[in-house]
């Protein structure tokens, strides 16, 4: 890439061109970091390419995804911590498309920020490796603009999009699901990347001093910091899983909660009947139904609860299922099972 490029005038206006030179190249070795044997060139050209191996796949489907992180960008600036939101862009992506059972292969990034920071803008873009490395994914391009009056100086925003592959007849198919089938849950670690709307009301973000305190409800973690956690990524253990274990519907618990995620891969006729006593929810939960007098029906419909991810297996697989989930390093537990009916999803 030639340096050579300036414009007085654009900078003038907003653009600083060489800023964004300095954060490519501060950037490079974060990306290096997610070549695998699928990347053909280097980060600076006008599109990225990838070599995809085919070997052992009859019927290849490429499955994409696309996706932010929402507003819990807000405390990423709060805490001055960009380093890990990079991942919740990645995570929210990935983790989409390995419902169907697809094997990801790229990802790339957009990246808006008022000013181009670009030692900012290098620890965004190393949050976004970490996710790719976590998920098997190569870095293969991306894009950042700078939105000079469009966005304050210190905003940004940031979105990805993730190519998978998966055999066609490998493909997740729902309609094998049965009476008597039993739902696993995925612990996830935090809140993710979803609800932070409410989230941000519940705590009054803008005007509460107290965000950034050390909370004994919380082992001593700020609230900043435990909702700054990056969402957790399940593609390599559900990979694992798919090998040895007949899976027959995967939900990935994001916006809507409980209620409208587990439902989406629940065929008709069917239900997901959930043991609420079962669900290990995570402190943050417990405090922000308390803090905003949330109650628990919205509470379930609008945050994972601790579930960031549900996995439907027939019931003689249970045990094999667990065991590889764990042994993946995955806190994996029964929370119900699959009986008649048409609501898509109903506790107990």
Do not use: W
Request: net charge negative.
């Amino acid at each position: 890439m030639s340096n050579n490029s300036y414009s007085e005038s654009y900078k003038a206006a907003g653009v600083d061109i060489t800023a964004g030179y300095k954060s490519v190249e501060l950037m490079k070795k974060h990306i290096a970091r997610t070549k695998n044997a699928g990347c053909l060139d280097d980060v600076g050209g006008f599109g990225g390419c990838f070599g995809l191996d085919l070997g052992g796949i009859e019927e290849p489907v490429l499955v994409s995804g696309t996706d932010g992180v929402g507003t819990k960008l807000r405390f990423a600036m709060l805490l001055d911590k960009h380093d890990t939101i990079g991942i919740d862009a990645v995570a929210m992506c990935v983790n989409d498309i390995i419902c169907c059972g697809a094997r990801p292969l790229f990802f790339l990034d957009y990246i808006a920020c008022g000013k181009n920071y670009p030692e900012k803008i290098a620890a965004i873009v190393s949050g976004v490796a970490e996710g790719c490395v976590r998920s098997g994914s190569a870095l293969i391009g991306g894009e950042t603009a700078e939105h000079p009056g469009m966005m304050p100086e210190n905003d940004y925003d940031i979105a990805g999009f993730s190519v998978g592959v998966v055999d066609k007849k490998k493909i997740i198919d729902n309609t094998k699901m049965a009476e008597g089938d039993v739902v696993i849950a995925l612990a996830s670690s935090g809140v993710h990347s979803n609800g932070f709307s409410l989230v941000r009301k519940v705590f009054d973000v803008e005007n509460n001093t107290e965000l950034t305190k050390p909370c004994a409800e919380l082992g001593g973690k700020s609230v900043a910091e435990v909702l700054l956690t990056p969402t957790r990524i399940y593609v390599k253990p559900v990979l694992a899983l798919l090998e040895k274990v007949n899976v027959k519907g995967i939900s990935h618990i994001t916006g809507g909660g409980f209620y409208e995620n587990i439902p989406r891969s629940i065929p008709d006729g069917l239900t997901a009947k959930i043991t609420k006593s079962a669900i290990k929810v995570l402190p943050i939960f417990d405090m922000i139904a308390k803090v905003g007098n949330v109650p628990e029906r919205d509470m379930y419909n609008t945050f994972n609860m601790g579930v960031g991810m549900s996995i439907v297996v027939p019931a003689a697989e249970v045990e094999t299922a667990l065991a590889i989930l764990r042994e993946q390093g995955e806190d994996a537990y029964v929370i119900g099972e699959i009986i008649k009916g048409n609501d898509g999803v109903v506790f107990c």
